[in-house]
């Protein structure tokens, strides 16, 4: 008999075939159930200690999968779709990983039949495409402009949430930042008008941006409203839940309608969700300052900037009323040789005439600064003592060594231009959109706000909490809130929440199994609608209700063509979400089943794991 001819190295562990795909199947279903706890308003907490001793108190799926150590291949390929899910849509993340665990379960007893993983997979496909085609048909259009089912949405994304005690204050803080920072095509057609002035000086240039900048002040009108009262509401919710109401009332008789009943469909309908809307960036133009101290009711939105930065010079003006600002990239300080210079000086006058020299260049730059007549100079480099004295005798307060991103920050709230030399300044790159600047103290530190600017396009959420383990999680549970608000602003429709979504995909596959498909296909594909019901079966389990009984019900009624009908979260039992008021994004939906079913499909390909570790010694 031939020796064998070894080809890997047998020393390393090495998994294959029908072996290698149950291991990926248990590995996945070990991460689900980790997080399968953290669904829903009756979510349990994890905590986690990380190796330097922080503690992190939450119960976002992305949150506790980031601190996990892991080492089979196939539960960190299950982290990284909790990492995919956060960063498309922001939302969802303890679902894709219990629904892709639920896929991973339900595949084993095909491939105990000897069931081929490709057909398998054809059949998941064939149900991810259905699904899709399924979610479109029960989403119902929303009005972006309508504040009260805006708040409604982000209310039930938050409900279930460390937050959802301050869900009003938490809600209007998302949907006041959002509404800030979005950019429309006027916006931007305005902006590259006057990117394009400095080269053109003929008058139709100049038209150009006048159009462009009407243009812009309408399209931002039709939310100016909305933003207005988020405002309001973010300083006095009574006052806003009131204009909110008197505002749904006026556009919609039945004010406190769902968006799926009768009424709000009609509304949302005509107003077609055609929206112009191009550009939210909230990770780089919504800061979310984190103070420890005062109340979490303190936290609010500012119409500008906020840094913490004091001013470099005591003398200098702490409260300004509409100052005008000029942003730089350079220092202002005495210019060194790019390469190390040594100067024998024989004479004394000389050596004075070296200092003076140096003197006169820090003379002459803040000399072309205050021919401008600016307020306020920010710089994000070093402002030597000598600039500082120049400064303060021209009246003009100074900020140093400011990081980029809030530079950027403050250039888009105030109007003004990031200028890399003080020689290159004109008179259009001073800001004047800002209304006032001022220095507080908070707690123990300085704080810079740059506040009351007329279209600013970049914000700060100023959190005041308990403590710092506190203001992590309003922060983690913030972020979520307003990428739920992007993601409705750029694709305006809404899926019933609580279950009801995936109940309805189950129920629909299934008679789809019967009736459209053929084969052994048949089989992995009703497999997928039963997978699909693991969303409202573990809400159940966690709001303490009887699986058995509430799914059996919740079937009934989605057979009968009840598409809205999901689980009561707080109580475990069924409920019509319409009255319930829960409603997620179609985007996250949309997310969320194509993310599990793809990743399931990838880890099902997978039979032969080489592992780059020594087997372990026995």
Known sequence: MQSPVIVLNTSKQRETGHRAQMSNIAAGKTVADVVRTCLGPRAMLKMLLDPMGGITLTNDGFAILRECEVAHPAAKSMIELSRTQDDEVGDGTTSVIILAGEMLAISAPFLERKIHPVVILRAFQKALDDAQTILREIAVPVDTNDKEKMLDLIKSAIGTKFVSRWNDLMCNLALTAVQTVVRRTADLELADAEARMPNATSTA??????????????????????TAAAADSASSPASGSAS???????????????????????TASAAAPELDVREIDIKRFVRVEKVPGGEIEESRVLDGVMINKDVVHPKMRRHIENPRIILLDCPLEYKKGESQTNIEITRESDWTRVLEIEEEQIRTMCEKIAAL???????????????????????????????????????????????????????????????????????????????????????????????????????RNLQDAMC????????????????????????????????DIDGIEQWPYAGVAEAMEVIPRTLIQNGGGNAIRTLTELRAKHAAGLTTWGVDGDK???????????????????????????????????DDIVSGTSKKSE
């Open 244 to 266: 909110a109401t008197a505002t749904a009332s006026a556009q919609d008789s039945d004010a406190g309608a769902a968006p799926g009943s009768a009424s709000a469909t009609e």
């Open 484 to 515: 739920v608000a992007r993601n409705v602003l750029f694709n305006p429709y809404l899926c019933p929440g609580g279950g009801a979504t995936e109940m309805a995909l189950s129920v629909q596959l299934a008679q789809r199994a019967k009736s």
């Open 373 to 475: 007549k600016p307020d306020l100079v920010i710089t994000e480099k070093g402002v030597s003592d000598l600039a500082q004295h120049y400064l303060v005798k021209e009246n003009i307060t100074a900020l140093r060594r400011m990081r980029k991103t809030d530079n950027n920050r403050i250039a888009r709230a105030t109007g003004a231009k990031i200028v890399s030399s003080v020689d290159e300044l004109k008179e259009q790159d001073v800001g004047t959109g800002c209304g006032q600047f001022s220095v507080e103290k908070i707690g123990d530190e300085y704080f810079s706000f740059l506040t009351k600017c007329k279209s600013p396009k970049a914000c700060t959420i100023l959190l005041r909490g308990p403590g710092k383990d506190t203001l992590n999680e309003i922060d």
């Open 572 to 606: 475990g039992v069924p409920a019509d979400m319409n009255e319930y008021g829960v409603w997620e994004p179609l985007a996250v939906k949309l997310q969320t089943i194509k993310t599990a079913i793809d990743s399931a499909s990838l880890l099902l390909r997978v």
């Open 205 to 226: 240039a100049t038209g150009a941006v006048a159009a462009a900048a009407a243009a812009a002040d309408a399209a931002d009108k039709v939310s100016a409203d909305a």
